[in-house]
């Protein structure tokens, strides 16, 4: 409420870090800490069900965690450092990116209502990336099982998918990041 001339005072916006983080826009620091969190929650369900799976099939524990981890943050980190570069706007559009896919994504919805609807929302939602991520943490923390191959492959798919589609930005456009820097 403003009385008389008295200016009023605008409100910032929420940020993580809330002093002046440098030359990082805050966007960005708001983004790489929801990064840390999807990705604690990515180490929780990887390690829950594919730890002992990695040790009793081939030695080796980090195994299941090692490829996927290591496929889809050089992918993404890849694709969008390129972006970047040419289009200052990817890291703020890449908020409201998240934004949209929050809401395609069937956090809530069970898998019997996913197969009750029509074929071709049936067919976006089996599309959308995080669908199979999501059904692996069910499995793991809702059904106590361990996930099926065919949604560990998803997994793994996608991961190798986002490796190859960064991997080619990212070299395809490497030679002109100096002019635009």
Known sequence: MQFGNT???KGRAFSVFQR????WPPILLNWMATLAIIMVFGLVMLFSASYTTGY???GDSFHYIKSQLLCTVLGLGMMFSALT???RDVMHLWSVVITAW????PIFWT???VAQMPHIVRILVYANPMYNYLQFMRDIFLFQTTPSFLTLGMCVA???LALAIGYTVF???ERKFILYI
């Open 102 to 105: 929050t809401y395609i994504t």
């Open 111 to 113: 898998t019997d209502f």
């Open 20 to 23: 002046d983080p440098g030359p």
């Open 158 to 160: 996608w991961a190798v």
């Open 7 to 9: 200016p009023q005072k």
């Open 171 to 173: 070299h395809k456009s």
């Open 85 to 87: 570069v040419f289009f």
């Open 56 to 58: 009793l099939r081939f």
